[in-house]
């Protein structure tokens, strides 16, 4: 099975200027859940996250182990030599921060 390709043409990382790195700042860690909220339904490789992110590769590498100990990211498998990542979706404090994003979405008045 083949993983779906993000555009790498996009012209601005999907963690740049969302609601929940707007609330709790533009922390490295805040982008990669922010990026991994963003592709819910799909797990992702190192690159793909950092690029979601805005982030350098080193610096996914350097928070990644602390977001998986607190629960809040699952590795899932390995592509090649690459791990793959996803939101865990059973941890509560994952589905609270998905739900923040959408209640905070709900506040911001329309442009």
């Known amino acids: 099975m083949s993983t779906p390709?993000?555009?790498?043409?996009?012209?601005?990382?999907?963690a740049e200027g969302t609601v929940l790195t707007d609330v709790l700042g533009p922390h490295a860690k805040v982008k990669i859940l922010v990026a991994l909220l963003?592709?819910?339904d799909r797990d992702l490789n190192?690159?793909?996250v950092s690029?979601?992110?805005?982030?350098?590769?080193?610096?996914?590498?350097?928070?990644?182990d602390d977001l998986v100990a607190y629960g809040v990211v699952?590795?899932?498998r390995t592509v090649g030599n690459s791990q793959m990542y996803?939101?865990?979706?059973?941890?509560p404090a994952a589905e609270d921060l998905a739900q923040l994003e959408w209640?905070?979405?709900d506040c911001v008045p329309e442009a």
Not at 5 to 14: C, G, P, W
Request: charged share 35%; net charge negative; glycine share 2%.
């Open 5 to 14: 390709q993000i555009d790498e043409n996009a012209s601005e990382a999907a």
């Open 38 to 40: 963003s592709e819910n």
């Open 46 to 48: 190192p690159t793909d």
């Open 51 to 64: 690029r979601l992110a805005g982030i350098d590769r080193s610096t996914f590498y350097e928070h990644i």
């Open 74 to 76: 699952e590795r899932t």
């Open 86 to 91: 996803r939101i865990n979706r059973d941890n």
């Open 103 to 105: 209640d905070l979405l």
